[in-house]
């Protein structure tokens, strides 16, 4: 009888080692079979390390991006790798062609862009749409600015809402109310 709990207490430490890694090799599987980014993080255990995987959520941005072409003050056309489309800017409308503003919003996207990489932010995180003509309908960011919001702020675009106000709309409104106050672009072209 005592050879017996002998072996099973020497078999004790090799059962707790099994467990570990059975547990930490079904962690790894779910986590790839859900898709999700893993990142590794490092916790020893007393007599072993252990690896535990913490899932991360994904990006909600679609990026990085290279814009091909400025079509206007709230179109471009980007190669995004999978995706190479046009994209219309959500929440605002700028002068269009042959409308006082134009050449100016067109240019302050430039400006904005400035040959830099851009992310696409979509309405609903994660979750692409398209308009009445076929364009990808995007928050455009660079280095974590909302350029929507930029050109409001800049006053070549009111706050857009005819199709709601979207996620900042408390942020677009402060926007252009601060544009109109210092009749910057568009506020400061119209007549008193």
């Known amino acids: 009888m005592s050879s017996r709990k002998r072996s099973s207490q020497r078999r004790s430490p ?3 080692t099994f467990l570990w890694l059975a547990l930490i ?11 999700l980014r ?4 490092r916790n020893e255990a007393p007599g072993f390390p252990v690896e535990f995987i ?7 941005l679609l990026g990085p991006c290279r814009v091909l072409r400025i079509i206007d003050g709230d179109t471009v056309d980007v190669d995004c790798g999978e995706l190479k489309d046009r994209v219309r800017l959500l929440h605002i409308d700028t002068p269009e062609r042959k409308e006082p503003g ?22 609903e995180p994660g979750e692409l749409k398209r308009g009445k003509y076929g364009r990808v309908l995007a928050y ?3 280095d974590g600015r909302n350029l929507n919001l930029e050109m409001v702020r800049m006053g070549w675009t009111g706050f857009y809402t005819r ?30």
């Open 38 to 41: 893993e990142e590794i993080v």
């Open 14 to 16: 090799q059962r707790a």
């Open 140 to 142: 455009l960011q660079v």
């Open 54 to 60: 913490e899932p991360k959520p994904k990006s909600s």
């Open 163 to 192: 199709f709601g106000t979207g996620r900042f709309g408390t942020e677009f409104e402060r926007a252009q109310r601060e544009a109109r106050s210092a009749r910057r672009g568009i506020w400061g072209m119209q007549a008193n």
């Open 25 to 35: 090799g079904l962690a790894f599987w779910i986590g790839r079979e859900t898709g």
């Open 102 to 123: 134009f050449s100016a919003a067109k240019a302050a996207l430039r400006g904005l862009i400035d040959n830099r990489e851009i992310f696409l932010d979509f309405e």
